[in-house]
């Protein structure tokens, strides 16, 4: 009685271990994901230094330098504070073509806020997975045709593919 007792117990504590565990391949997103991965491994990526403004949203990906989080002078703080150790960045973006829901995808795992007139944007919906060759994460927004700013955070590398294209 007493060695299940214990085992119960311990299948009771890895229970939230492995809830949180999140899919792994390409084919575990939300959604399909094969223009944002083709974005994201471009050869023709545009490379981009933190703080960099674009006058309007490229077709591909762009690679984004990043720098430590008080090196980065993010515009606006993060709604989630980095961990030491990591690397922050930000991109601004005159507008967009149109107003729209937007996919914002990444390479590797970190914070992503989007403001824009003194907002966050809040995404409409999020996906992620592990073991995905060139993405692993995508978020959907919605944002008008104005002024915005991409800020990143939470990076365990000093530099992140980034993809932000209309969703279909």
């Given at each position: 009685m007493r060695t299940a007792f214990f085992a119960t117990l311990l299948l009771l504590s890895a229970a939230p271990a492995l809830a949180a565990e999140e899919p792994s391949g390409c084919d575990k997103f939300k959604w399909p994901i094969e223009h944002e991965r083709a974005a994201l491994t471009a050869p023709d990526r545009a490379k981009l230094g933190s703080g960099s403004?674009?006058?309007?949203?490229?077709?591909?990906?762009?690679?984004?330098?990043?720098?430590?989080?008080?090196?980065?002078?993010?515009?606006?703080?993060?709604?989630?504070?980095?961990?030491?150790?990591?690397?922050?960045?930000f991109t601004s973006f005159k507008g967009t073509p149109k107003a729209g829901i937007y996919t914002i995808s990444l390479s590797a795992g970190g914070w992503v806020d989007v403001v824009q007139d003194?907002?966050?944007?809040k995404p409409k919906a999020f996906s992620g997975a592990t073991d995905c060759?060139?993405?692993?994460?995508s978020m959907k927004y919605e944002i008008s045709a104005s002024p915005f700013v991409l800020q990143v955070s939470g990076f365990k590398e000093n530099s992140v593919s980034i993809a932000i294209l209309p969703s279909e």
């Open positions: 403004e674009l006058a309007t949203l490229p077709s591909t990906g762009i690679t984004l330098a990043l720098l430590a989080p008080g090196d980065a002078k993010l515009p606006t703080p993060p709604e989630r504070a980095p961990k030491e150790g990591t690397f922050a960045g003194g907002h966050f944007l060759d060139g993405i692993r994460k």
